[in-house]
């Protein structure tokens, strides 16, 4: 009998160990996706703002030239 308590106490061990590791190795795959996610966010969000301040800034060049060829009366 003690001989198989003592399987069962590697048995246990074994399984915390494997447990262990498998929930290491889950976690760092999960921060690794996160990781890359949120850089393709800022990616997307920058690309934004860019683009917004680009429209703005076509906007307001149509405008000034508008102002400018057109006469002010009109």
């Known amino acids: 009998m003690e001989r198989l308590d003592h399987l069962e106490h590697l048995d246990e061990h074994l399984v915390e160990e494997l447990a262990r590791v498998a929930r ?31 429209g703005a800034a076509v906007a307001l060049a149509v405008g000034l ?6 006469p002010g009366w009109a």
């Open 24 to 54: 290491e190795t889950v976690r760092d795959e999960l921060r690794e996706q996160t990781r890359r996610r949120r850089r393709t966010a800022v990616l997307y969000a920058t690309s934004g703002a860019a683009a917004l301040y680009a």
């Open 65 to 70: 030239a508008l102002a400018t060829a057109l």
